[in-house]
């Protein structure tokens, strides 16, 4: 069983700032690639940022210069900077994890709200 807990997501005005954080429990060997997604009512899921496990970075255009990712054992984390309202959107958490059997698989955290206000 593995688990996937967002936090840090709420309500910031127009410029202001959040932190995300992701925290990764259960039964697995290693986690590898991590990111994070956002997803808008009607809009599809995107990327937003990713990680690698030897601390590579890969960022979404509309997020360069205004977001970092970081991770630091099982946690992963979003700092979020000079906030848009185009940023309004449920974030979530994702991680490949590497059972003890050997298999790689995919999971998501149940997403966190960040709310941009004009």
């Known amino acids: 069983q593995v688990q996937l807990v967002e936090s840090g997501g709420g309500l910031v005005q127009t410029g202001g700032s959040l932190r995300l954080s992701c925290a990764a429990s259960g039964i697995f060997d290693r986690i590898l690639d991590m990111g994070w997604y956002r997803q808008a009512p009607g809009k599809e899921r995107e990327l937003v940022a990713a990680?690698?496990?030897?601390?590579s970075t890969n960022y979404a255009d509309f997020v360069k210069g205004r977001f970092t990712i970081s991770r630091d054992n099982t946690k992963v984390y979003l700092r979020m900077n000079i906030l848009k309202p185009e940023d309004t959107a449920v974030y979530y958490c994702?991680?490949?994890?590497?059972?003890?059997?050997?298999?790689?698989?995919?999971?998501w955290g149940q997403g966190t709200q960040v709310t941009v206000s004009s």
């Open positions: 994702n991680a490949v994890f590497r059972s003890p059997w050997g298999r790689e698989y995919p999971y």
């Open positions: 990680i690698t496990t030897g601390g």
